[in-house]
């Protein structure tokens, strides 16, 4: 895949940022916005798995971001924070290939490039909270390769 996952990631906020803003038909902003990547085989569908997740378990990725910013309106969170946020929590959840540190170092580098000064920290911070929440509660189920081994260490340590 010479298209690497942090171009696909970029695409992914772009799309949903347009989603949320225009709330246009997603098949429409999927190939104005994600078509592009057609061109190499799965990342297309890389991109486009994400994008339909994100949308659609929305709410449970809101209600876990709400746990987290007590002290804020969610409402008044930068959007692109918002959705940085939910891509990260919905890779967690729903995209088991895929390590937690590198969908949260994905997100704390996008938000970095594409948000505030201080979102990368605001990022990192509510993901890593997440994270520990979900690895308590059993719902973080990884595999694939680098996890495996991982898991098998844990299990063999007393």
Request: with cysteine.
């Amino acid at each position: 895949m010479s298209i690497k996952r942090r171009q696909v990631r970029e695409k992914v906020l772009q799309a949903l940022y347009a989603y949320e803003l225009s709330k246009e038909p997603i098949e429409l902003i999927l190939e104005t916005i994600v078509g592009s990547l057609k061109k190499e085989e799965g990342v297309f569908d890389l991109a486009k798995r994400l994008i339909l997740k994100t949308i659609e378990v929305t709410p449970e990725l809101d209600g876990l971001i709400k746990g987290r910013v007590a002290n804020w309106e969610f409402n008044r969170l930068a959007v692109i924070d918002r959705i940085i946020l939910r891509m990260g929590i919905c890779e967690l959840l729903y995209f088991e290939d895929i390590p937690p540190k590198v969908s949260i170092n994905e997100a704390i580098e996008i938000a970095r490039r594409y948000s505030t000064d201080k979102s990368d920290k605001f990022v990192n911070g509510v993901l890593d909270s997440i994270l520990v929440d979900l690895k308590k509660s059993g719902r973080l189920k990884k595999s694939g390769r680098g996890l495996l081994d991982i898991a098998a260490k844990k299990k063999s340590e007393p």
